[in-house]
């Protein structure tokens, strides 16, 4: 005896689809108001935090419509072929973010599974045509609700944080750390975060090298693979007089990405710290090679200049 709902008929409504996004991005618009939605895809992420959780939604919808749609080649009952296109929705949602551990500078957030599961839940309210209309129409709008639940909770995390990496962009640099202050006092943790604070602290004066100090340390051991970090974790250590202990964490940084900017330079003024001059010349070259007219060159210049009367003729 064949499923009610295969009697009705499985094919995809397009209005219920539409209808299911519509007030997606209504509510989008709703929450997000405030700001322009003519930005680029990155500056998207930065002003509008949160609305990632919507596109998860959004994407992980269609990805169950797709696997909904080949899964009916398999001659089972419609439950069965539900249950098969849901979790190969899930499974896709898990290589999504078991993948972002591959990059340094991005991290694996289980919200963003849950959004992509909310999505796929709003996929199952419109196949399922053999549901009441109502009864549809609320599994789609608890879906939307949890990705709105999902985006909130987000924005409240990292609005602090993103309104800093704004703020260094246009040299709001006072502005910008009390904002990266006030995301790690909300309980932001994040290797970026920390790393940010502490390159801050070395390069304006606002907080102490100790400060700096502490927040490299604490992004090193989130991120300990990360080049960027470490190059900042050394320079801490060198701005606290550790010259021998920054030494060693810089090399780490330079055998995972040697092009990491300023590196030579750093590495360079370490290596004259203690005593070693040509070495240090060989890395403040480097510098300038790899990045001529840069201001990471015009130190290392600037430096080889006053070494000079300590260089072989």
């Known amino acids: 005896m064949n499923d009610p709902s295969d009697r009705v008929g ?40 949160g609305l990632d959780k919507f596109l998860h939604w ?6 169950f419509l ?20 849901a979790g190969l929705t899930a499974l896709l949602g898990a290589a999504d973010e078991t993948m972002q551990r591959l990059f340094a500078d991005r991290s694996v957030e289980l919200a963003d599974f849950a959004a992509d ?21 609320a599994i789609a709008l608890a879906s939307l609700a949890c990705a709105a639940i ?12 993103y309104a800093g ?3 260094e962009r246009v040299d709001r640099i006072e502005s910008a750390r009390k904002h990266y202050l006030a995301a790690a006092a909300n309980g932001y943790v994040s290797a970026s975060l920390f790393n940010s604070l502490a390159w801050l602290d070395l390069t304006t004066g606002l907080g102490s090298p100790s400060e700096a100090l502490d927040f490299a340390r604490r992004a090193a051991t989130l991120a300990p693979r990360d080049a960027d970090v470490l190059d900042t974790f050394g320079w801490a250590l060198h701005a ?20 990491t900017h300023g590196l030579e330079l750093h590495l360079g003024v370490v290596s004259l710290q203690m005593g070693d001059v040509a070495r240090s010349e060989r890395h403040l070259r480097r510098q300038i090679e790899l990045a001529p007219g840069s201001a990471a060159a015009a130190k290392a210049a600037t430096t080889l200049a006053a070494m000079k009367p300590h260089l072989p003729s």
């Open 66 to 85: 797709v696997a909904w749609t080949a899964a009916q080649r398999i001659p089972v009952r419609w439950s069965v072929r539900v249950i098969v296109a």
């Open 10 to 49: 499985a094919r995809v409504s397009v209005r219920s689809l539409a209808a299911v996004f519509a007030v997606g991005i209504g509510l989008a618009l709703v929450l997000f108001s405030e700001n322009s939605l003519a930005a680029s895809i990155h500056e998207l992420d930065l002003r509008f935090p």
């Open 165 to 167: 990496i704004l703020d």
């Open 150 to 161: 999902l985006a909130n909770r987000s924005r409240e995390e990292l609005k602090d944080y």
């Open 117 to 137: 599961l909310c999505g796929a839940a709003a996929g199952v309210a419109i196949v399922s045509r053999g549901f009441a209309t109502r009864r549809r129409g």
């Open 240 to 259: 606290v007089g550790e010259d021998r202990q920054a030494l060693e964490v810089l090399e780490r940084a330079s055998a995972l990405n040697p092009h």
């Open 58 to 63: 959004a994407e992980f919808t269609m990805v």
